[in-house]
């Protein structure tokens, strides 16, 4: 499901315009992200919940030149589903 | 500890963020979960863009032991849902907070390939200084690193532009063909100078340090000091293209000359002030003498304007009660053995550097016939490689071992194996003439 798709279909479900949608799908992004940033974790009730997430830096190592390169740490956001999200798509399989 | 933001609070954000009422940022909230998970059953990913990807993944039965028992169970595989971000955390909040220096930093990319026009535009705007630096760009073709100090140079001139507008333009028409190094080497003494100048700022500060007897001679001063070295390092490169050592030298000395001064008329007060009164005007005297550079007579004469303004510090923090006119000639002596001893040293750093380069030339020159040799000597090894048409198998040799080192492939040991006729190529005894196709 490709992003177009993925903002028609919500525009369906919440009954709004496509532009209304983007928008407001937006300014959802950033509210999660910021928020994610500010070291919070966000529970979605029947989904799960989203954190910020430190990758330690590490080392590499690139067989072809025999070097060790250091790879830095970042911070990502993490994903984590929730047991009803697992029961939902486990329902539907049975 | 992270804090816990439910579905709830989200929401009431969100609705401060879009704008909107809460129950159309609930309704949005709720369409949004129902739709990924929608999507990922029906099609088995959800791409968000700006937020990343949300997947459906089988995970297949396993088999495990029971714990208690020891038997063999089967865990029954399961739908999950994994998600892998489009952001990298660091940069969102860079984009969030430090836009402007995006942008900047976009915009100065943008400026590198534009320093041509740019270099034009600033001249234009700047009536006197833009013929001096008309007059460089049409003399020679200059790297984009000088340009950028050009366009210091037009911005920072036009406060003090009659001084150093003559000064270049002197140095133009005196030698229209110094080599480009050198003027790189003037232009940061003109940013070294036509800062002070500028900076009104400095003889605010330095003036309330000082009494308020002092201020008025001490902004005068200041001022002369640092006009008069305005011209001297520039004509001194013209006579001697070999002396840009003396330059790089001098701006050094003429950078610690102000904080000097700040420390003499703190310290000293009144009285140092009247001292220091005498020399620069003799300073001023000599300086007009200065913009009419008969080339090598003249030098001395500027070496030494360029040494009195060193010496009201020695005169001033060495003597709080002077005895004026001798410490003055005595310290001017210093001052021209001080030079002197610079100059030589120039010159013999001048020409070890030459003698460098030569070596360094030398070095080239001979690396050039090395590698032609090498380049011969591998060729006759390869000639070597190939030439022989009978090879002797010795111990821990096969087949694919004589392969790969004439032919640097193992491909050939087929053509090998049925040239000779082995019956089984892995039992091959020693000595024996393996022919070479």
């Known amino acids: 499901m490709t992003h177009k798709q993925f903002i028609n ?7 709004m315009t496509t532009s209304e949608t983007t928008d407001l799908m937006n300014s959802f992004i950033k509210t999660l992200v910021d928020s994610a940033q500010n070291e919070k974790t966000i529970m979605l009730q029947g989904f799960g919940s989203f954190e910020k997430k430190t990758k330690a830096e590490r080392k590499m190592y690139n067989p072809s030149t ?22 939902k798509l486990n329902q539907d399989a049975k | 500890m992270s804090q816990k933001l439910t579905t709830q609070a989200l929401t009431e954000m969100l609705a401060k963020e879009a704008g909107i009422n809460k129950r159309a940022a609930d309704t949005f909230v709720k369409a949004f979960i129902q739709t990924v998970i929608e999507g990922g059953i029906k099609d088995g990913n959800v791409k968000i863009k700006g937020l990343g990807t949300f997947k459906v993944t089988q995970v297949a039965d396993r088999e495990s032991a029971d714990v208690n028992t020891g038997k063999r169970i089967v865990i029954a595989g399961y739908k999950k849902m994994s998600f892998s971000t489009d952001i990298n ?21 943008a400026d590198k390939p534009k320093t041509k026009t740019k270099a034009t535009k600033t001249a234009k705007e700047k009536k006197e200084p833009a013929k001096a630096s008309k007059n460089q760009d049409n003399n020679s073709v200059i790297p984009e690193n000088e340009k950028e100090i050009q366009n210091e140079i037009t911005e920072q001139i036009p406060v003090a532009p009659i001084v150093a507008s003559s000064t270049k333009e002197d140095t133009i028409s005196a030698e229209p063909e110094l080599p480009e190094t050198e003027v790189v080497n003037e232009s940061p003494i003109h940013n070294l100078i036509s800062q002070p100048e500028e900076n009104e700022a400095v003889d605010n500060v330095i003036s309330d340090n000082t009494d308020d ?64 009164i005498e020399p620069i005007e003799t300073k001023a005297e000599s ?62 750093n001048s020409s070890s550097e030459n003698k460098d380069n030569q070596a360094t030339t030398e ?70 003439e393996i022919k070479l196709p």
């Open chain 1, 9 to 15: 279909e919500l525009a369906k479900n919440a009954g």
């Open chain 1, 66 to 87: 025999k070097e060790y390169r250091i790879i830095p740490g970042s911070n990502t956001l993490a994903f984590k589903p929730s047991t009803l999200l697992k029961d």
């Open chain 2, 89 to 109: 955390m660091d940069e969102a909040y860079e984009s969030v907070d430090d836009t402007d220096i995006k942008e900047n930093q976009e915009e100065a990319k």
């Open chain 2, 213 to 276: 007897t002092a201020e008025e001679e001490t902004n005068e001063e200041l001022t002369q000091v640092e006009e008069t070295p305005v011209t001297e390092p520039v004509v001194e490169v013209i006579p001697s293209e070999s002396k840009p050592t003396e330059v790089e030298n001098e701006p050094t000395e003429e950078g610690i000359k102000p904080a000097v001064v700040e420390n003499k008329t703190t310290e000293i007060e009144t009285e140092s002030a009247k001292v220091e």
């Open chain 2, 287 to 348: 300086a007009p003498t200065e913009p009419q550079p008969t080339k090598v007579e003249i030098e001395p004469t500027k070496a030494t304007d360029s040494s009195k303004p060193t010496t009201p510090t020695s005169t001033a923090t060495s003597s709080v009660q002077p005895t004026k006119k001798l410490w003055i000639w005595g310290a001017v002596a210093i001052a021209c053995v001080i030079i002197c001893a610079i100059i030589i040293l120039a010159t013999g």
């Open chain 2, 363 to 432: 070095m080239s020159q001979n690396e050039v016939p090395k590698d032609s040799v090498v380049t011969n000597d591998n060729k006759p090894e390869d000639n070597k490689v190939s030439k022989p048409k009978v090879h002797i198998l010795q111990k821990g040799e096969s087949l694919t071992t004589i392969s790969v080192m004439y032919y640097h492939t193992k491909d050939s040991m087929g053509a090998i194996w049925k040239l000779n006729k082995f019956k089984n190529p892995n039992d091959i005894p020693l000595g024996t």
